[in-house]
């Protein structure tokens, strides 16, 4: 069963750079499509960016160069780089994976989801 | 960029009975990539509904969808004391990924 395990700080200070990691155990990235999604407390929610079936990735333009996302095959771990951070990125921020292989399919697969705050 | 709208923002109903949600698309879409999530609280969102209409792994068939071009729901029938939380739709066809601003399913 494929399980995403989401790591990274949760408490920044503005400025300064969010990076957060995602494993999967039970399964593989590989020919999957894999986002990073985010939900400001109580509030929807925000699709930052993805990566494709073959690695090309697309970023939600409200975060112009601030957002970068990588996935790392061999160790099976997809990354988020947002910075600078300021108080309006605090937010929980979730992995998530596509249900099926090579195309556009459901989020079937999720983390646990990281709170961060950018507090001063 | 294509937006949805979910309706009602909070819907109070009682236990064991049906709920009709709404999800509607600024444009015309494919039913191909039209999906429903349930997001319990300080869980992360769960896949319910994929392709408008098909029910995702172990989603009980009290729970479905219907619905094409621009107009689209989630109907819950008998609700269960589980069923009181959020719901979105979501477009995955292309990006970006775009997602409703969810329904709420209160108990009355």
Same mark, same amino acid.
């Given at each position: 069963q494929v399980h995403l395990q989401q790591t990274g700080a949760g408490l920044l200070k503005p400025s300064e750079t969010l990076s957060l990691t995602c494993a999967v155990n039970g399964g593989?990235?590989?020919g999957f499509y894999s986002y990073w999604i985010r939900q400001p407390p109580g509030k929807g929610l925000e699709w930052l960016a993805e990566i494709n079936h073959?690695?090309?990735?697309?970023?939600?333009?409200?975060f112009g160069s601030r957002v970068s996302v990588s996935l790392d095959t061999s160790k099976n771990q997809l990354s988020?780089?947002?910075?600078p951070v300021t108080?309006?990125?605090?937010a929980i921020y979730y992995c998530a994976m596509s249900q099926s292989r090579g195309s556009y399919s459901p989020l079937r697969h999720w983390g646990q989801g990281t709170l961060v705050t950018v507090s001063s | 960029e294509i937006v949805l709208t979910q309706s009602p923002g909070t819907l109070s109903l009682s236990?064991?009975? =049906? !709920?009709?949600? *709404?999800? =509607? !698309?600024?444009? *015309?879409?494919?039913a191909n990539y039209l999906a429903w999530y349930q997001q319990k609280p300080g869980q992360a969102p769960r896949l319910l509904i994929y392709g408008t209409s098909s029910r995702a792994t172990d989603i009980p068939d009290r729970f479905s969808g219907r619905g094409a071009g621009t107009d689209f729901t989630l109907t819950i029938n008998r609700l269960e004391p589980e069923d009181f939380v959020l719901y979105y739709c979501?477009?995955?066809g292309s990006s970006p990924l775009t997602f409703g601003g969810g329904t709420k399913v209160e108990i009355k």
């Open positions: 593989s990235f590989r073959i690695g090309s990735t697309t970023y939600n333009s409200s988020l780089r947002l910075s108080a309006a990125d605090t | 236990p064991g009975e =049906r !709920a009709t949600l *709404s999800c =509607r !698309a600024s444009q *015309s879409v494919s979501q477009l995955y």
